[in-house]
């Protein structure tokens, strides 16, 4: 049983139904359960719809509104809790929804069950679950997830690692059986170790793209070029050539999320960090770095018009949370410009927080007529191959600002665009 069916609850329950599991996915929201039923996924995440309709066909997946209903469908042993855990006032990680979830499974728990926190929560929250069960016959155990949206699907099926955090052997088996479907290794470690290694594995990497972006930033004042310096950095084995690209800064709602709230915890445990909360400072700053490069090209932003592609932070959802391409445009508008956008995917995601403020395009091409610049803001493959001959042919100056490093430069510059960014 899976408990919330967002993006991580969801491609859970319709992967583990791929891999021959019954599974019943418990969600509160009656809307998105009537959708789920009727295989409408209701957000985007490639390839999750397809495997939702097949594990409907199959007979491996349902979908129940409230726990009551989930049990009367499916006696379970193995519940795996997906919620939202979304920071509260003071950074820390918001568990009133978690709590929710856990105590509404009480009168349904039998002896055996083993409770699973899939959900992202601080080292430590097992304890407050034993706590909240009130009994001793129910495990429960870690088990993080290391899914990217926009290639969760695929992470899920083809993992590095599956993380089991738990001390006792039985459950670690019974946890071990829901993936033997995977060759990947096993790490087994105690709860806390596996609450903790989440909140590392996401530090460690918005770390390293933080420092990436201060020497993008460095870069720029020396007359370097930031590509060139993270091939040279990637090359050695001990650090690695992922997740080095610098550009406008990370979103998600995981990194900006998971870094204040393990910082919090330290707090908590009397424990001052000095090196986490500069990694979201920097990053928050790289938006207003990379609005100033573009306030720089036309002097002055009042009334200038421009295009935007991408509003998701990731390519392949329609996740538009801490997504820098909000954050700019939020900038831009802010200092005058008159911004129209289109993203695949996230236009009405993106509507929810940007409303009236801005035109949206039903394709990409419209935006560019009468467009004074190109801001690529996500890496969709549409927006990263297009024909930019047609780009140079439409825009009313050939501008174009990337906020991913991730166009084909030289090739762009070949047909007369300037093209912008931050330590290229
Ligand atoms: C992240 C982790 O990668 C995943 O393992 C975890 O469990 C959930 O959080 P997610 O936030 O969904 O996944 O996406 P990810 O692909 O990691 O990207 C996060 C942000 O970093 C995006 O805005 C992306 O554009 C940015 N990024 C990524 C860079 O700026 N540079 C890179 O080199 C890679």
């Known amino acids: 049983m899976v408990i919330g069916t967002g993006y991580v609850g ?65 006696t379970p042993e193995v519940i795996f809790l997906a919620v939202g855990t979304p920071t509260g006032a003071d950074g820390s990680a918001d568990l009133l929804i978690f709590e929710s979830a856990v105590k509404s499974l009480i009168p349904h728990l039998a002896p055996d069950m083993v409770l699973v926190e899939k959900s992202t929560v601080p080292a430590g929250t097992g304890k407050k679950v034993k706590a909240w069960l009130g009994r001793n016959d129910i495990a429960v155990a870690s088990n993080p997830e290391f899914l990217r949206e926009g290639t969760a699907v695929s992470d899920f ?12 052997d039985a459950t670690a088996e019974t946890l071990k059986n829901v993936y033997a479907w995977s060759d990947a290794p096993i790490l087994a470690m105690n709860r806390e170790s596996a609450e903790l290694a989440k909140y590392a594995a996401n530090t460690m990497l918005a770390a390293r793209l933080s420092l990436m972006n201060e020497i993008a930033n460095i870069a720029d004042l020396i007359g370097a070029n930031i590509s060139e310096i993270e091939t040279a950095v990637g090359a050695d084995p001990r650090i690695g050539s992922k997740f080095l690209r610098t550009g406008a800064g990370f979103g998600g709602s995981c990194f900006p999320k998971d870094v204040l709230a393990l910082e919090q915890t330290g707090r908590e445990l009397g424990y001052d960090s000095r090196l986490i909360r500069p990694i979201i400072e920097v990053n928050t700053r790289q938006a207003e770095v990379f609005v100033d490069k573009v306030r720089a090209a036309y002097g002055d932003l009042t009334g200038v018009k421009l295009a935007v592609w991408g509003l998701a932070f990731n390519a392949k959802t329609d996740d538009t949370r801490e997504s820098p391409a909000m954050r700019i445009i939020g900038l831009l508008l802010d200092a005058g410009a008159v911004i129209s956008v289109h993203d695949p995917a996230a236009m009405d995601e993106a509507r929810k927080g940007l409303g009236d403020g801005v035109v949206y395009g039903k394709d990409q091409w419209e935006i560019l007529d009468g467009a004074q610049g190109l801001l690529v803001l996500t890496e969709w493959d549409q927006f990263l191959q297009a024909d930019f001959g047609r780009v140079m042919s439409t825009l009313e100056q050939p501008l174009v600002f990337d906020g991913k490093h991730a166009l084909p430069a030289e090739a762009l510059r070949g047909l007369g665009l300037k093209v912008i960014g931050i330590g290229i």
């Open 10 to 74: 969801l491609v859970q329950g319709a992967c583990l139904a791929s891999q021959g599991h019954q599974v019943t996915c418990v969600d509160i929201d009656e809307a998105k359960v009537q959708s789920l039923r009727a295989a409408k996924v209701p957000f985007f995440e490639e390839g999750l719809e397809a495997l939702v309709g097949e594990g409907i066909a199959s007979g491996n997946l349902q979908f129940a509104l409230g726990a009551e209903e989930g049990f009367s469908q499916l």
């Open 157 to 168: 099926l083809q993992p590095d690692r599956i993380v089991i955090g738990t001390d006792d």
